[in-house]
């Protein structure tokens, strides 16, 4: 048994860094990633901050365009504090020192993204905000924040009576098992993009804090909504990297093989239009078998401005100076996650969630671009101001034990790429009634709801990553089953309009019952089964 830890953060993001810098001295604080802290999605972002930093933006637009790219599907109340508290916190992040893109002047430079009408997105080394951003945090962690690499969180300490998290089990690559007890745990360990073929996430975003919540009874919410994003860089059948909507706002725009503009009258936005409507549009003109483009010889100093996707380019035999970037959706960010409230507190009493693990109600059926590290940056400082304020609690007593364990024959016949494949199909950008019940009935053969109740002790990293997609598999699939209606990034082939009846519902799963509530707050809901 490990030492007690006071705060034990899961995940090495924006948002884990963030929460760890900000806790008190006194706190013993632990973070646990399960690849290394420079391989997180944060570490990666290629897109910037969006933030009012500049005199002539307001909030109340930020909240605005927030909201209409989202579709309506929001917490408005956390929306609002998002851009308000976020505001501050960049420019607070600024004032320490974060190495911001600036002008001649010394001004800070605020480029224009997909959906947004101003210019309010803050960039650190032009298409590496992420890595800049990342290593500024970390310089930033304080002597009393312990980093643990190569572990994978895979199980919650639960008290034995099931109503209190106490810790968290982690597994090395060798297969011994560590313990870790706890008075607070915060999942931040990213979304599910993974579960696709093509994705911008890498390969270690496997929804684990999702699973693990879930099997420990969190209410999880809205996992219907994936947004895919339109420009991935595609390259011999295969997506290689992410190409960031900044392209996009710098002047770049959306063509098929025979220079045709995708955009031209689709939305007044046009080229940046929110991010479900473009990636739609470029869905539509690759099943017709057409080429896409981004077309960037408008652009001056490409290179410059956009170092990552100059090397990527480089990297995969696509020329730069034929201006003709080919492109394809892939998923890139989940909506949904696990329900919190403003502090980042779950419904399981010690456990909280923060970034894209969490569903949070500020970005609706669809994000808006560059508000995911937004949310990371207050999300952990708002979370740090609260459990800072927390009076001690002991963490002794029993801890619960699953009576039955899954082992390694099970998961043998269970293919990931098979899994990846028939997601992109079913549950990919366009979804219907028959495909979604076809994938359905295929996780309930696999056993996907035997394994909610089991343990995981006996079966390596690799199988419970693997039982990890398949669990998130039936969380996404199940909802987007329900929700007769296209919303955002929900699109349904059979229910192609948002429907009046659906807004402001969420639909909830937990381990024992799923169910339909209006609104984050409300008590107003509807049990779907028992």
């Not at 309010?120 to 962690?141: C, K, M, S, Y």
């Not at 996907?448 to 990553?465: A, P, T, Y």
Request: proline share 3%; glycine share 10%.
């Amino acid at each position: 048994m490990k030492n007690q830890i006071d705060v034990l953060i899961i995940g090495g993001g924006i948002a884990a860094l963030q929460l760890a810098r900000l806790l008190h001295s006194s706190l013993h604080v632990s973070v646990i990633t399960k690849s290394v802290l420079r391989q997180s999605n944060s570490y990666w972002a290629q897109g910037g901050i969006a933030a009012v930093v500049d005199r002539n933006d307001r909030p109340k637009l930020h909240a605005e365009d927030t909201i209409i790219a989202g579709c309506f599907h929001h917490s408005y109340r956390e929306v609002e504090r998002l851009v308000e508290e976020g505001s501050t916190a960049v420019q607070q992040l600024i004032a320490e020192g974060l190495p911001v893109d600036r002008d001649e002047f010394g001004q800070i430079t605020l480029g224009l993204e997909g959906a947004h009408r101003a210019h309010r997105i803050v960039h650190a080394g032009g298409d590496a905000t992420g890595r800049h951003t990342i290593e500024f945090l970390l310089e930033q962690l304080p002597d009393h924040v312990n980093i643990i690499e190569q572990e994978m969180a895979y199980e919650l300490l639960v008290s034995a009576d099931r109503s209190t998290c106490v810790g968290v089990k982690t597994k090395k690559k060798d297969g011994s098992i560590q313990i870790y007890r706890a008075r607070h745990v915060v999942l931040a360990s990213g979304g599910v993009g993974a579960i696709y073929p093509f994705t911008t996430n890498q390969t270690t975003l496997t929804g684990d804090g999702i699973a693990m919540a879930f099997r420990a009874g969190a209410e999880v919410a809205d996992m219907e909504f994936i947004q895919f994003h339109p420009t991935v860089l595609y390259v011999n059948g295969e997506t290689k990297g992410l190409v960031s909507e900044a392209v996009r706002g710098a002047g770049g725009v959306l063509v098929d093989g025979s220079g045709n503009r995708l955009m031209e009258h689709v939305h007044p936005l046009k080229d940046l239009a929110p991010r479900h409507i473009t990636a739609y549009e470029i869905y539509k003109a690759r099943a017709n078998g057409k080429h896409v483009y981004i077309d960037i010889r408008s652009i001056p100093n490409f290179e410059t401005h956009f170092p990552t996707i100059t090397a990527l380019c480089k990297q995969h035999g696509v020329s730069i100076a034929d201006g003709l970037l080919p492109i394809a959706p892939g998923s890139h960010f989940l909506m949904g996650g696990i329900c919190v409230d403003q502090f980042g507190r779950t419904t399981v009493p010690r456990l909280y969630a923060i970034g894209e693990t969490a569903s949070s109600g500020v970005h609706g059926a669809n994000r808006l671009a560059s508000n995911s590290l937004l949310e990371g940056i207050v999300f952990g400082r708002r979370l740090a101001k609260y459990l800072n304020k927390q009076p001690y609690v002991s963490n002794t007593g029993s801890i619960f034990h699953y009576e039955e364990q899954i082992h390694s024959e099970k998961t043998a016949s269970l293919s990931k790429s098979e899994l990846q494949q028939r997601m992109m199909d079913a549950v990919g950008m366009i979804r219907s009634r028959e495909q979604l019940q076809t994938h359905l009935h295929y996780l309930q053969k696999c056993g996907v709801q035997h394994w909610m109740n089991q343990g995981m002790d006996d079966l390596s990293c690799e199988e419970i990553e693997k039982l990890f997609l398949f669990m998130n598999s039936y969380l996404i699939s199940y909802p987007a089953s329900l929700r007769e209606e296209s919303r955002g990034a929900h699109i349904r082939s059979d229910f192609t309009v948002e429907e009046e009846s659906w807004m402001g519902k969420r639909i909830i799963q937990t381990v024992q019952h799923t169910w339909i509530r209006r609104g984050f707050c409300e008590s107003d809901q509807t049990r779907i089964h028992a």
